[in-house]
């Protein structure tokens, strides 16, 4: 399967946070470790990360960072396409009701089921 390039980077920084977020003491990370560690251009991160937080997935404190403020098993994979996506698809699509089918699909896989392996098969 291939995901966009901002899928791909969303997952991978919510990947760092959640691991990161506990090892240090102020559970903040910030935009610049994540785009080293993780080898992402620093603005398109800066921006995801900012999507991330208007949906109150990670919150940022300036000067500081980010923390993942949502537990990963409460965030689906679904919340977060959507999140990744969210360009506007007016109009009629003939694959609404896949479209739809898959959502549903998508929202019962979370990220703490993806990150540790656990998907059910």
């Known amino acids: 399967m291939k995901f966009s390039r901002t899928l791909d980077y969303t997952l991978r920084s919510i990947n760092y946070l959640s691991k990161r977020s506990f090892e240090n003491n102020s559970g903040f990370v910030t935009v610049e470790e994540i785009a080293r560690n993780e080898n992402l251009p620093f ?6 990360l900012k999507r991330l937080s208007e949906n109150e997935i ?64």
Request: charged share 25%.
């Open 43 to 48: 603005c398109y991160l800066s921006k995801i």
């Open 58 to 121: 990670v919150t940022s404190l300036r000067g500081h960072g980010f923390v993942l403020i949502k537990p990963l098993d409460k965030i689906t994979l679904g919340e977060i396409v959507y999140i990744t996506n969210r360009n506007g698809n007016g109009g009629k699509n003939p694959f609404n009701g896949f479209k739809e089918r898959i959502d549903k699909f998508l929202n019962q896989i979370t990220l703490d089921e993806i990150i540790n392996g656990n998907v059910n098969k």
